[in-house]
């Protein structure tokens, strides 16, 4: 197991934490993530105060901004306790090198989750709010829907993005290898490029896009091997 912790929606270890007091289990996330990095389990609602199980909320856009309120009892508003949570909660996350997201949930939605009209139509979609805190604070933490990693390509690319944010954020790039396949050199000398953070994620998100499944498969079990060498 690699020395790297990646935070997830703690549904989808199977705890029956959501709001209708079941899980959400996802194999990839158990079995080949808990193989290779430490998993961070967290569910907002819960860890906010909220009971198991629970009134389903949704996000509503009013004049004065989003409100998180109930989605069957429209008296039900736990913006200010839901806001507080995560806006402390994340404070003590930038140990994390990646998050795993729950689709369309008003916390931990990446991107999917819908924006309501106090008529109850979908206007738009938006993080949820521990998502958008946490990208807030962290903006160039690699995360991921969880349907998403049933992509053989998107399960490699968000690895490799976690290991090189690790790599940038704890200053332990690899030296250059002269056996390195092309393509990987490019990755060492970019983890070594006294560039900043943001621009180094940028270029190593640029560079995994490029890469089939092969080439990120390669470098994939070589920066591990490399890691599991230091």
């Not at 209708?20 to 993530?33: A, H, N, Q, W």
């Not at 309120?69 to 930038?94: A, M, P, W």
């Not at 390195?180 to 270029?203: H, P, R």
Request: glycine residues 6%.
């Amino acid at each position: 197991m690699l020395p790297i912790s990646i935070g997830l929606s703690r549904c989808l270890l199977g705890d029956a934490v959501r709001y209708d007091g079941k899980g959400k289990y996802s194999e990839t996330c158990s079995d080949l993530f808990n193989k290779t990095f430490s998993l961070y389990p967290i569910c907002p609602e819960v860890e906010a105060g909220f009971s198991i199980p629970r009134p389903a909320i949704e996000l509503v856009q009013h004049a004065s901004g989003i409100k998180i309120i109930g989605r069957d009892d429209k008296q039900l508003d736990v913006t200010e306790q839901l806001n507080n949570y995560c806006d402390n909660k994340v404070l003590s996350l930038g140990f994390l090198s990646g998050y795993i997201f729950t689709p369309r949930s008003p916390s931990c939605g990446f991107a999917s989750t819908p924006i309501k009209s106090i008529d109850g139509e979908t206007v738009f979609h938006h993080s949820g709010v521990f998502a958008q805190a946490l990208l807030n604070k962290y903006p160039t933490l690699p995360v991921i829907e969880e349907p998403n990693l049933s992509s053989l390509l998107a399960m490699l690319r968000f690895q490799l993005q976690v290991i090189s944010y690790y790599v940038i954020h704890h200053s332990k790039a690899p030296q250059p290898s002269a056996d390195l396949v092309e393509g990987n050199v490019t990755l060492d000398l970019i983890l070594q490029n006294e560039m900043s953070m943001e621009n180094k994620m940028s270029e190593v998100n640029e560079l995994f896009r490029k890469m089939n499944a092969k080439q990120l498969h390669e470098q994939l079990m070589k920066l591990k091997t490399q890691l599991n060498d230091k």
